[in-house]
């Protein structure tokens, strides 16, 4: 066989197996197109359903606004009432205590623990200037409310009260009253703008800033006296008081509602 027969075998050969080859490829396209096809409906479908159930989350979401905007109205509505009624309730109450405290004052029925509202000799000393007096000896017999104040004074003036709670020997204040006014000398009573509860042993203080303007003598009590201020919450020794030996007696006291024991 000649070199161009040769060639010409092969053409033919290579001819008729592209000839073969090219009807399987477009088949296992259109197969493979067809398969796509329906994948891409599934997809569809999927995509369809995914967004109605968004619509309905949204749905419910816009619901759950609304109920929690219905619902916050009303809690609010219900705390403006119940504030109201709250507010309504302590000027009722604050008022019958007011007025049950006026008649315990006028009818002179209140507690009273300190020294007696007299008239004393004085000292003969200088006038003495910023005190903290500490009644020792009339300490609180039970627990209750101080209501205010009394004093027998010598002029016109200010001074503080304060409570002050015995701990070994160390006493704290825990409580003390805003400068309460003197309008003049004489005996007077001043009420504390708010009742004070108290405990049985507690003892009472008096601070005055200035002219310590109260009448005072010696021998029948057990009053001591410190040279400045306590602040709230400050604790003082005793034995820092001056005056041990003297037994001071201060016409000064506090009122208020102590409970009794049973018979």
């Known amino acids: 066989m000649g070199h161009f027969a040769r060639i010409g075998v092969i053409l033919a050969l290579t001819a008729a197996a592209t000839g073969c080859q090219a009807p399987q490829s477009t088949q296992q396209l259109t197969q493979q197109n067809a398969q796509l096809q329906t994948q891409l409906r599934e997809a569809q479908g999927t995509i369809a359903q995914l967004q109605a159930r968004e619509s ?12 929690m905007g219905v619902l916050g109205n009303e809690k609010t509505s219900r705390v403006q009432e119940s504030s109201q009624l709250r507010g309504l309730m302590r000027v009722f109450v604050q008022d019958q205590i007011d007025l049950l405290k006026d008649f315990l004052v ?15 000799n004085g000292l003969g000393e200088a006038v003495e200037q910023q005190r ?24 016109p003036g200010s001074f503080r009260v304060k409570v002050l709670r015995q701990i070994e020997n160390n006493l704290v204040v825990v409580w003390e009253s805003k400068l309460l006014p003197v309008a003049s000398a004489g005996k007077q009573r001043v009420n504390f703008p708010v009742s004070v509860g108290v405990d049985a042993g507690d003892l009472v203080a008096y601070y005055f800033p200035g002219q310590v303007m109260v009448a005072v003598d010696a021998g ?32 000064l006291g506090v009122y208020g509602l102590l409970k009794t024991s049973a018979p």
């Open 132 to 155: 903290l007096l500490v009644d020792l000896k009339n300490a609180l017999p039970s627990e209750g409310v101080l209501t205010g104040v009394g004093g027998y004074f010598t002029q």
């Open 56 to 67: 309905a989350l949204e749905a419910d979401v816009a619901e759950l606004n609304r109920v």
């Open 106 to 120: 006028k009818g002179d029925l209140l507690d009273y623990v300190g020294g007696e509202l007299v008239a004393r």
């Open 220 to 251: 029948t009590g057990d009053t001591r006296t410190y040279g400045e201020d306590l602040a709230l919450g400050k604790t003082l020794s005793v034995r820092a008081l001056d005056h041990a030996k003297q037994k001071r007696a201060y016409s």
